[in-house]
């Protein structure tokens, strides 16, 4: 059973990473979405309230959160033999290069990293980009091209309070 761990902020979950979990959905038989707590960023939204976008994105897949633990020891903690990594760009890989000789040179080879590039339409979104695009008027058609509807509406919600 060839199991993988995606993990990122996923506030908000953009089309992006849609696009690389429905992509590891379809080499992997179980895919772990798991959203970590990073301590550099103020979240819009809760670790639950993610779960709840995702889950109503997925359905199938694990969701679940990790904070103060390297990705690497929660993907063995998970019973993963695979971690997923979305590459946007040449700063992404040089980054992602990086973590993966870290990882290395932490556990060894007990767990392979997979890169997954994104088509050129989701290639350059990131959850800080959608973040920033919201305020101006008309805000809402201008966001809606990069995440999913529900997305979206729980954006809308935010925003209106």
């Known amino acids: 059973m060839k199991r993988a761990l995606i993990a990122g ?34 979240p819009m939204f809760s670790i639950e309230e993610r779960k ?3 889950n109503s994105i997925f359905g199938s ?5 990790f904070e103060g633990k390297f990705q690497i020891d929660f993907a063995l903690e998970m019973g993963c ?3 997923i990594r979305g590459i946007r760009n040449q700063n992404d890989f040089e980054y ?3 973590i993966r ?8 080879e007990v767990v392979r990293m997979v890169y997954l590039i994104p088509r050129r339409k989701n290639a350059e979104i990131s ?13 809402e058609d201008v966001v809606e091209k990069y995440v999913p ?9 935010k925003c209106l309070r």
Request: hydrophobic share 40%; glycine share 8%.
């Open 149 to 157: 509807q529900i997305v979206l509406e729980k954006l809308e919600e």
């Open 9 to 42: 902020t996923f506030d908000p979950i953009t089309n992006g990473h849609v696009e690389v979990i429905n992509t590891a959905l379809d080499i992997f038989d179980e895919v772990v979405v798991a959203i970590g707590v990073n301590p550099d960023k103020k």
């Open 101 to 108: 000789n870290i990882n290395s040179d932490m556990r060894g």
């Open 52 to 54: 709840e976008m995702i």
């Open 127 to 139: 959850s800080s980009m959608v973040k920033g695009l919201i305020g101006p008027r008309g805000w």
């Open 81 to 83: 033999q695979f971690i």
């Open 96 to 98: 992602e290069k990086t």
């Open 61 to 65: 897949v694990d969701v679940v959160s």
